[in-house]
Structures are given as C-alpha cells and as structure tokens.
C-alpha cells in the first residue's frame, strides 16, 4: 500500500522510517511530507532517496494510511483534513480524549480499531502511558486492579530534538564551568530532576500527569484510581516508570512473573542481584517494555511494586504507531 508520513524531518518521523523498515512493512510508495521550511530535503529510505514535499500541497488520497508526527497544532489542522481521503494515524496529544477517535495500543485494546470509522483517525497513546498499560493489562485481567500511584523518569528526547541538543550543551558546559542557559526547561536539565512536564493545571496537577490518568483508565479500565507524578531528567532516550499497583483480587508474585514473561510486547528481568534489572540505556532502540525490580510491597494488602522501562521514541511513539497499521492490515479495518 502507499503510505505517507507528515513530520518526516523530526525525532519520531525518522524512527517511523526505521521501524517501517525493520519490520519490512508492505509499502509500494512513501511520501515524505512536512512543512514548507523543511520541503526539498532528502532522507534516504530503503536505498532510495525520497524528498520532503509540502504538507499545503499534498494529495492524501494518494495513500491508504498517514502517519501524523509532527505535533498538536498541525494535526488539529490536517489530520481532519487528511481523514477525509485517508486513514491517520496520529501521535499527538490533540485527538486522545476524543470519545469517538479510538485510542490504540494494540497489545492492549486493539479491538477498538472497529471505530476507527467513526472519523477515520486513529490516536496514538502518551509516550509514559503506553508501556504502563502493556505492562499492566495482562495484571489487570488476572487480579483486577484497584489504583494505581505512578512516578515517571522521562527522557528529554520527549520534549523533542532541542531539548535533546539542551542537555548536550548543558554537559558540555557544566565541564567547561559555564554559564549554564535552559530554554527548553524550567530549570537546568544536565545533572538535575526537573518535577515537571508541561504545564499545571488548576488542581495542581501538570497536563503530562493529566494525561496519564485521563489515557490510562481510557485504554485500561475507567474504574482504575490512578495518580501520577512526572518527572524529566537527563536522560537522552527511554522512559522509565516506578509503579506501585494494588489489586482487588490476592495476588502471587511468580504467577505474575510468569504471565508477564509470557504477554506480547514484555520482557521481564528481574533478578535479585546487583544490575539484574533494565535501566534506560539498555533500553534504547530496543522493541520490549522492560520490568523489573517486581516486589510485594508489604505496607498494603494486595499490593506490588514494579519498574517499567521502555525506548519512548519506539514503543512510546513509531513502533506502536506501526504496530496499529499493522493491526489494521491483519483486521482488514483499513478497507471497512
């Protein structure tokens, strides 16, 4: 089939490229689209060259799906547009709280793809909320969870290519003994925590902790309790999460392991013993949503603790984006 991806130039456009590759997705012709500042550029692709054209230009009717990835404001405006002529998938946070747009992480609730006609769009869940959700369905289908208390360490790749090139710089001159500038976070990002993710909300809560209770009980379960904190550091790729989930049901710890070890898109290493666990360097450019470190926790009844960690520009954005085209293509959706 033909296929474009709008925001070809950015982080996630080129893992797009990449995963497509990998997974030898069947593609008879791709069309690179971006903005005009960015048309005329040349990104190769399978030995070919292929060159950007103007997203105010392009025909969507020419594909069977689009990949959005370039953000709130161009998708509010295109991806409707888009939808008229084609199926889009999009990984911005603009569509997700929309009741009639399914909000997809296939290992997960890929049966709600039967709405994806409703308006021909399909969103791609949070970074940080789609391995909480891998990670947690095959839990909640065993033992039924209650509430869940989140803690995300999420790399700067999520803020995008400047904040990236920000925490480079900032190194750099921490070890020059400069002036350290932060433009892209509140506060200077090498060597620190930063307790905050977009912008705060009237109870106190930032939009990326909203973001993560609103999406987690949309894909998961509407009943889950949920209550989150996020925090950046200075981590270049891979989003980790500390995760404390309490179950209605009693639980058993080698039982999870097990189940665990055995659901689609998991990868359990946990072994009790100095660096028997995944940290986010192990877990860049890798497919799997990593746990680790699964306890009791013996302060609550029916209560465990794990850590989640997962590459945040694959499993968190392209990869899973690919996996729900895929999805489409195995359900026949895309032709219904």
Same mark, same amino acid.
């Given at each position: 089939?033909?296929?474009?991806?709008?925001?070809?130039?950015?982080?996630?456009?080129?893992?797009?490229?990449?995963?497509?590759?990998?997974?030898?997705?069947?593609?008879?012709?791709?069309?690179?689209?971006?903005?005009?500042?960015?048309?005329?550029?040349?990104? /190769?692709?399978?030995?070919?060259? &292929? %060159? $950007?054209?103007?997203? @105010?230009?392009?025909?969507?009717?020419? +594909? =069977?799906?689009?990949?959005?990835?370039?953000?709130?404001?161009?998708?509010?405006?295109?991806?409707?547009?888009?939808?008229?002529?084609?199926?889009?998938?999009?990984?911005?946070?603009?569509?997700? /709280?929309?009741?009639?747009?399914? &909000? %997809? $992480?296939?290992?997960? @609730?890929?049966?709600?793809?039967?709405? +994806? =006609?409703?308006?021909?769009?399909?969103?791609?869940?949070?970074?940080?909320?789609?391995?909480?959700?891998?990670?947690?369905?095959?839990?909640?289908?065993?033992?039924?969870?209650?509430?869940?208390?989140?803690?995300?360490?999420?790399?700067?790749?999520?803020?995008?290519?400047?904040?990236?090139?920000?925490?480079?710089?900032?190194?750099?001159?921490?070890?020059?003994?400069?002036?350290?500038?932060?433009?892209?976070?509140?506060?200077?990002?090498?060597?620190?925590?930063?307790?905050?993710?977009?912008?705060?909300?009237?109870?106190?809560?930032?939009?990326?902790?909203?973001?993560?209770?609103?999406?987690?009980?949309?894909?998961?379960?509407?009943?889950?309790?949920?209550?989150?904190?996020?925090?950046?550091?200075?981590?270049?790729?891979?989003?980790?999460?500390?995760?404390?989930?309490?179950?209605?049901?009693?639980?058993?710890?080698?039982?999870?392991?097990?189940?665990?070890?055995?659901?689609?898109?998991?990868?359990?290493?946990?072994?009790?013993?100095?660096?028997?666990?995944?940290?986010?360097?192990?877990?860049?450019?890798?497919?799997?949503?990593?746990?680790?470190?699964?306890?009791?926790?013996?302060?609550?009844?029916?209560?465990?603790?794990?850590?989640?960690?997962?590459?945040?520009?694959?499993?968190?954005?392209?990869?899973?984006?690919?996996?729900?085209?895929?999805?489409?293509?195995?359900?026949?959706?895309?032709?219904?």
């Amino acid at each position: 089939m033909n296929i474009a991806i709008v925001g070809a130039t950015g982080n996630v456009g080129r893992k797009l490229l990449e995963v497509l590759d990998k997974k030898k997705f069947p593609i008879t012709e791709i069309f690179l689209v971006a903005s005009p500042k960015s048309v005329g550029k040349k990104i /190769n692709f399978k030995d070919k060259e &292929l %060159i $950007v054209e103007d997203l @105010n230009n392009f025909d969507f009717s020419k +594909v =069977k799906i689009a990949f959005f990835a370039a953000g709130s404001a161009i998708a509010e405006k295109w991806a409707p547009i888009a939808a008229e002529k084609t199926i889009v998938i999009d990984n911005s946070k603009f569509f997700r /709280n929309d009741e009639e747009i399914p &909000l %997809i $992480v296939p290992e997960v @609730n890929s049966k709600e793809l039967v709405h +994806v =006609k409703n308006k021909n769009i399909i969103s791609n869940a949070n970074c940080s909320v789609i391995p909480i959700v891998v990670a947690l369905k095959p839990l909640h289908d065993l033992y039924n969870i209650k509430r869940i208390v989140a803690s995300t360490y999420q790399s700067v790749s999520g803020a995008g290519k400047e904040a990236m090139d920000e925490l480079l710089s900032q190194t750099k001159d921490y070890f020059d003994n400069k002036e350290m500038n932060s433009k892209n976070f509140t506060k200077q990002i090498a060597f620190n925590a930063i307790p905050h993710i977009d912008s705060f909300l009237d109870n106190g809560t930032t939009k990326e902790e909203q973001k993560n209770h609103d999406e987690v009980k949309k894909i998961l379960d509407k009943k889950i309790n949920i209550t989150s904190t996020c925090v950046r550091i200075p981590v270049l790729v891979s989003h980790s999460i500390s995760i404390n989930v309490e179950f209605n049901k009693k639980h058993n710890l080698d039982e999870i392991r097990n189940v665990l070890s055995s659901s689609p898109g998991c990868k359990v290493v946990d072994e009790k013993k100095d660096g028997g666990y995944i940290t986010p360097v192990e877990a860049e450019n890798k497919y799997e949503t990593f746990i680790s470190r699964i306890r009791e926790d013996n302060s609550q009844s029916n209560t465990i603790n794990m850590w989640i960690v997962s590459d945040n520009l694959l499993k968190g954005a392209a990869l899973n984006a690919v996996e729900i085209a895929e999805s489409l293509i195995k359900e026949n959706f895309y032709e219904k």
